[in-house]
């Protein structure tokens, strides 16, 4: 199995007035923690990309010492499908059997969860795996190769979660309730270093 990751990180992170990708957190940018979890999945045949867009260079300077390869979204204003389509492309290139999204605000995103979604996925084509947050899902999201085609279609900004629900009675899920804590804004921001503080 070739596995594609990628990390998508091309937003301009408007509700937070900083770019989210490039804040610290225990002496490492967001970016750099969650490619550093990607990096460490093992699976018979991974690698990860890593989508900019707004803040192009200075995101793509906090990866340059990690084995990934960097790719410019030029539509990233169009919002998160741009960037899908962007991996989408790179996977196919790649020939890539599947293909598996991740974003960098998700601080408690782990690689054994990323290694659990890929043992859902188990080699099928016509694989869809997201994470189960409890009152909601998303990514990390991985789709096999049968569902290529249509990612390249989306549009707007939103990412693939409208493409899994079309196929809902396929998609499996993994638990992973600590998705649901994201960086959005300042406050969020905020209430996660004072949780990780105390923890």
Known sequence: MK?????LAAGRSSRLGRPKQLIEWDEQTLLCRVT???LRVHASETSVCIITGAYAEQVAATVADLPVTVLYNTD????MAASVRVATAYAIEQQADALLFLLTDQPHLTT???EEILHFYAGKADSIVVSDYGSDWGVPMLFGSDYFAELLTLQGDRGAKPLAKKYTTLVKKVVFPLGSV?????????????SAFNA
């Open 36 to 38: 550093q979890t990607a």
């Open 112 to 114: 054994s969860v990323l």
């Open 3 to 7: 596995i594609q990751l990628a990390i």
């Open 76 to 79: 990233w204003s169009e919002g």
């Open 182 to 194: 994201d960086i959005d804004t300042e406050e969020d921001w905020k209430r996660f270093a004072k």
